[in-house]
């Protein structure tokens, strides 16, 4: 297939999901909830809405000519995919076939029902897709490999992978900057990059840095809306968990009522806590950020302002060119 021909594939894939009624969209959420109890309706439906962005015909040509010609010698490209949010792994899943290589997935037991959806859509659109795609349970005989864990699980990786061109992905996170002049409306589309998929992405946001004298109750409030999560056994088990184990060891903290607020230097939050932390100038809350800028998929800022970031709301839409832990996986593979 030549690249044009898989790009108007998965854009009419894109139209599919887009045109998908509410009763099909239910059902397929259904299934996937079914996997993994952390995903909902909710969630489900905002991965999908980020998979049509990702599908536009005018931004998938531009970004995908942008790399060098078709490979000389097809490659079979090993995926082992992560399962803590809804088609996480579709962004290799696209770079691989537009590359012109083959992939060859291991889908986490808990995200299947997705991935398999566009699958299916893809090959009924162009049957040619069956002979470049494979799920397997085990990853043997691949000519190159991209995999994505924990700090702990990445070191069996790249042992594991060692002789074969590889892209080993970390534990990352994400932060967000606020200025003090924010409107409230900022405040909520930064609430979107707090809570959509229950914080549980590495573009989702867990740690807020504020000015010194910031207040943060009108943050505080204007969260209320995502008060739902608590209605989410696991989300709220885990509320509960953290309130407890703050009170008990006399650990000061903001009580919402269904998320906790707390100062803390560090980066990577518990579910349902945010950590903030307070600077004095933009020179010291640069440096602040430069301290874990080797771990941060994502900084956002009201409208963009700061340096390297996206406008809150936008963390759970990245563009076809936002590469995970900032690897360009498209160059990758077109080296191999």
Known sequence: MKLSDRIDSFCRVGDIIKDLGQNDRTDLAEKAKNENPWFTEESIFLSLTGIEVLLQRTKLTSWASSYSPEPSSIKTVGVAMAGNIPAVGFHDFLCILLSGHRIKAKLSSQDTVLLKFIIDKLISIAPEFSDCISIEEKLNGVDAMIATGSDNTSRYFEYYFRKVPHIIRKNRSSCAVLLGEEPKEE??????????????????????????????????DS??????????????????????????NQEPFLDSGFFILRENEGLVSPISVVYYEKYKSQHELKEKIDLHRGKLQVITSARGWFTDSIPFGKAQFPEVDDYADNVDTMKFLKGI
């Open 223 to 248: 969260w209320q809306s995502f008060h739902h999560l608590l209605h989410h056994h696991k989300y709220a088990n885990n509320y509960s968990y953290q309130r407890s184990i703050l009170l008990m």
């Open 187 to 220: 405040f909520a589309l930064l609430g979107k990059d707090v809570f959509s998929y229950f914080g549980l992405g590495c573009r989702n946001v867990s740690k807020v840095y504020v000015p010194e004298e910031f207040d943060l109750v009108p943050l505080i």
